[in-house]
């Protein structure tokens, strides 16, 4: 059981280059969720899924685009990456999204620098 | 509108000492969750502890434990005999059910508070 994975773990991009951020889990998870993190910020929520077929915005959704490939792939796409969006991203997902809010599980993270 | 306060920026310890760790949050809604994660100098983050709000008991797993008080809006989390591989930053968090609000169960993140435990 590889519980959410991510890759690539590092990336660095240039201004204005586009790339796409993987995420795969493995546990039969419904909801997944992009969240970044920054120095002294905590975690902040980007998109999130629900559902297979259902994406919404978070927090800080500006810049970014996400697609729910599947029941077990969530995937976040910069368009024309940014200094702004160096950070580090990580996925996580929980088996439901309801009255008992279950308990998100993270992947191991990518490591984004944009020059 | 939902947050949490982690005041301690870093902590620095000695092993084998006690540490508690705050955490304080705001919600208009009854029923939210609350949960504790740690992350290790290698990043990745790890689920501790969640507790819903109308479970007040305190819980104790091996030399971790947490103290929910709902009359004070606080779920501290106390390292007992502390190890140098206790060493991470640890994040509280908090998430209000289902469509209070329009929430969706988010989780809100406090910024962390570093723990540096020494030999």
């Known amino acids: 059981n590889a519980g959410v994975t991510q890759t690539p773990k590092f990336q660095v991009l240039k201004t204005g280059q586009s790339m796409t951020l993987q995420c795969a889990q493995d546990m039969n998870h419904n909801s997944m969720y992009w969240y970044r993190q920054d120095p002294g910020m905590g975690l902040r929520l980007i998109y999130y899924?629900?559902?297979?077929?259902?994406?919404d915005k978070g927090e800080v959704p500006n810049g970014y685009n996400v697609s729910r490939l599947n029941k077990r792939e969530f995937s976040l796409r910069l368009e024309s990456a940014a200094p702004s969006q160096t950070s580090v991203y990580f996925c996580?997902?929980?088996?439901?999204?309801?009255?008992?809010?279950?308990?998100?599980?993270f992947g191991p993270g990518t490591r984004l620098t944009v020059l | 509108a939902q947050k949490v306060t982690q005041a301690q920026t870093e902590i620095s310890v000695v092993e084998k000492e006690d540490v508690t760790l705050d955490c304080v949050y705001e919600?208009?809604?009854?029923?939210?969750?609350l949960f504790w994660y740690k992350q290790p100098p290698s990043g990745e983050l790890v689920f501790l502890i969640r507790?819903?709000?109308?479970?007040?008991q305190n819980e104790i797993s091996g030399r971790y434990s947490w103290n929910f008080q709902k009359s004070t809006s606080s779920f501290n989390f106390t390292i007992t005999a502390s190890q140098v591989v206790d060493s991470a930053v640890y994040f509280c968090a908090l998430s209000e059910a289902l469509n209070y609000g329009g929430s969706q169960g988010n989780l809100i993140f406090g910024k962390g508070t570093k723990l540096s435990v020494k030999p």
């Open positions: 899924s629900a559902s297979e077929g259902t994406t």
């Open positions: 996580a997902s929980s088996e439901l999204m309801g009255l008992g809010t279950d308990t998100q599980y």
């Open positions: 919600t208009r809604d009854t029923t939210y969750y």
């Open positions: 507790r819903n709000s109308f479970d007040e």
